[in-house]
């Protein structure tokens, strides 16, 4: 009950800091972008969470946060839309297809492990699977 609500609030709180930091952003498309990328940061902080003992593993809850969202990535980024309050560079659409072949890998990692996460034990690998595309992809295309 008490690690429930541990959970709930920190989940709250990721979503007020994500809501906080899309404050005056008017491109709409660029909002589902940012929304998305945040869906997909909080699944990771899930998995941190529960790699770290924070929060209880649950196979289910730590299989779907990896196979949520990455796919999503490429069409969110299609149209090359902008915003002052926006971190992707431009650089995005003048390399399309590299940007999308780090969500391509992304995809993989995140495929590979769904369904694999049967323990706490299995997280830290996967974690670093997936981690690894979301810096390259950051490094490169986000301010
Ligand atoms: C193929 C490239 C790419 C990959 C892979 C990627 N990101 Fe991003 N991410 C971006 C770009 C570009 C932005 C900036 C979007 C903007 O501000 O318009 C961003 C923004 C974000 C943001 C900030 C969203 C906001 O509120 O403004 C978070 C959080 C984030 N990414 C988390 C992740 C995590 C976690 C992963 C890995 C699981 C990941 N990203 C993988 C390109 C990527």
Redesign the pocket.
């Known amino acids: 009950m008490k690690k429930a609500l541990t959970a709930a609030l920190a989940g709250a709180m990721v979503l007020a800091?994500?809501a906080l930091?899309?404050q005056g952003?008017q491109n709409v498309a660029?909002m589902a972008?940012?929304?998305?990328?945040?869906a997909?940061?909080?699944?990771?902080?899930t998995l941190g969470a529960m790699a770290k003992g924070q929060i209880a593993f649950d196979a289910g809850q730590a299989n779907e946060a990896v196979a949520e969202?990455?796919a999503r990535?490429?069409s969110l980024?299609e149209a090359q839309?902008?915003?002052p309050?926006?971190?992707?560079?431009p650089v995005?659409w003048s390399e399309f297809d590299r940007?999308?072949?780090?969500?391509d890998?992304?995809e993989a990692a995140?495929t590979a492990t769904a369904g694999a996460l049967n323990g706490p034990e299995d997280l830290g690998p996967a974690l670093k699977a997936?981690?690894g595309?979301?810096?390259?992809?950051?490094k490169?295309?986000?301010?």
């Not at 972008?33 to 945040?38: E, F």
């Not at 595309?133 to 950051?138: D, L, M, T, V």
């Open positions: 800091t994500a930091a899309h952003v660029v972008r940012m929304d998305g990328m945040s997909i940061g909080a699944n990771m902080k969202e990455a990535i490429p980024f839309e902008t915003d309050k926006s971190e992707a560079l995005i940007f999308i072949a780090i969500a890998d992304l995140a997936i981690g595309q979301c810096s390259a992809c950051h490169a295309y986000r301010e």
